[in-house]
Structure formats: C-alpha cells, structure tokens
C-alpha cells in the first residue's frame, strides 16, 4: 500500500474517532490578529486552526515541505472534489496531483477557496486609494514564504479558512458575513510533510472578518495521540 493511501486510509479512521483532547497538542501558538505564521507539520500529523473569537479569516497556503515546487492548488482541489467549498472529506491537492493534506473535522462548515489573498493593490482598486498602505495578507505571505527560501513568485490561490463566500448566480464572489462562531476548528491531516503558511487576515474594509480582525490559535497533533 502506498504511503498516500495509507495516509488517506488513517483519514477515515480518524472521521469516525473521538474528538481530540487540545490538551495533547505537542505545539501550540497563538497568531496574533493581522500577523503571520508558518511552521512545518509532519505526514500523519494534524494541524489544528481555531478561530478564536468568530468571523476571521484565516488565509492558508500548503507547500511540500521537501520540494516547495509542488504547492496547494485550488484548481485541482475544486476539481477533485467537484465543489467549490473546503469542507470535512476535502483533499487538498497539490499543483502535481498529490493530496498535501485531509480536511478530517469542521465545525464550520464552510470554507473557501476561490476568493484568493487581500493585497494592498487590491485593497486600492476596491476601497480607494486611502487604503493603499494598509497591510494585507499578500504581505503576510511574503514574510513567511522567505523563511523557507520561497519568493513572492510562489505565492499562490490559497484557501480562506473561516471565510464566507457565496458564489451568486451570474458567477461573481461575494465576500459575505463569517458564519463561523468562537471557538470554531477545522483540523487538517498532513498526507505528507507539509509547510504550513498562515495570514491572519488583516482586512478590515469587507465583512470577511467582521471588520475586526481578531487572533486564532494553531495546534499540531502527533498521530499517535490523535
């Protein structure tokens, strides 16, 4: 049996196992709202992201930790699944055909993938040239893509963890009302050895976090006590 299904095969299991005691995380951190985040979770371990206070977006890139060429693709996971939404079940593949990682809970329900990172360019086309100097997850990114040796040219379309976006009827996104609540998690089984990039998402001109950024926690679990 393959390494990535043996992983996937430990996904399963996991769905129908008891909920995790956060007490047994072997890493913990909280990211302080509009900061950023990375660290590396091991094949077989789950990473946990809680939101904290409801309604914050939380913009997350997956890189292979041993080649970061090969990174999270929307693309590929919209089409494997055959929806537009990042939800319990998703395989989160990667830009070679490879599953990165396995959503295995949520307790939101909704996550997305197609509305992309904030930058300050498009902060300006959107709100208005004052707005212009406000950092934005792009930004975020970039500071956490240069520790592991990635430039601004490996940023990619990430997904929104925690953010609510309808697709309307004519195909346009709209950036909507969070629907997750305090202490809402979504738990992420790594397939393989992943990089994990997080922006805490510090917009505060859309309702993407009800105008207030606020901070969320991370947790990682080694397999053997999830």
């Known amino acids: 049996m393959s390494s990535t299904v043996t992983t996937l095969a430990t996904a399963s299991a996991f769905f129908a196992a008891p909920v995790i005691d956060p007490d047994k995380a072997i890493y913990e951190f909280i990211i302080p709202a509009n900061k950023p985040w990375s660290h590396i979770v091991e094949k077989g371990q789950i ?13 997350t ?8 060429s090969e990174r999270y693709s929307a693309q590929d996971t919209i089409l494997t699944q055959g929806g537009p939404y990042v939800t319990t079940g998703t395989r989160l593949m990667s830009n070679e055909g490879n599953v990165l990682g396995v959503v295995v809970a949520d307790s939101c329900g909704r996550h997305d993938t197609s509305a992309g990172a904030c930058s300050c360019e498009a902060n300006t086309a959107r709100f208005g040239h004052h707005t ?78 009800g105008f207030n950024p606020t901070p969320v926690k991370v947790l990682i679990f080694d397999p053997a006590i999830a």
């Open 61 to 68: 890139l997956f890189y292979n930790a041993h080649d970061t």
């Open 132 to 209: 212009r100097y406000m950092h934005a997850c792009r930004e975020n990114f970039l500071i956490e893509v240069a520790k592991h040796d990635m430039t601004k040219r490996d940023i990619v379309p990430n997904i929104n963890f925690f953010m609510n976006v309808p697709i309307e009827p004519d195909g346009r996104l709209a950036i909507v009302d969070g629907v997750s609540s305090p202490g809402d998690y979504v738990d992420v089984l790594a397939a393989t050895d992943i990089i994990a990039v997080i922006s805490n998402c510090p917009q505060i001109n859309n309702p993407c976090n």
């Open 47 to 59: 990473l946990r992201i809680i939101d904290l206070e409801g309604q914050q977006a939380v913009d």
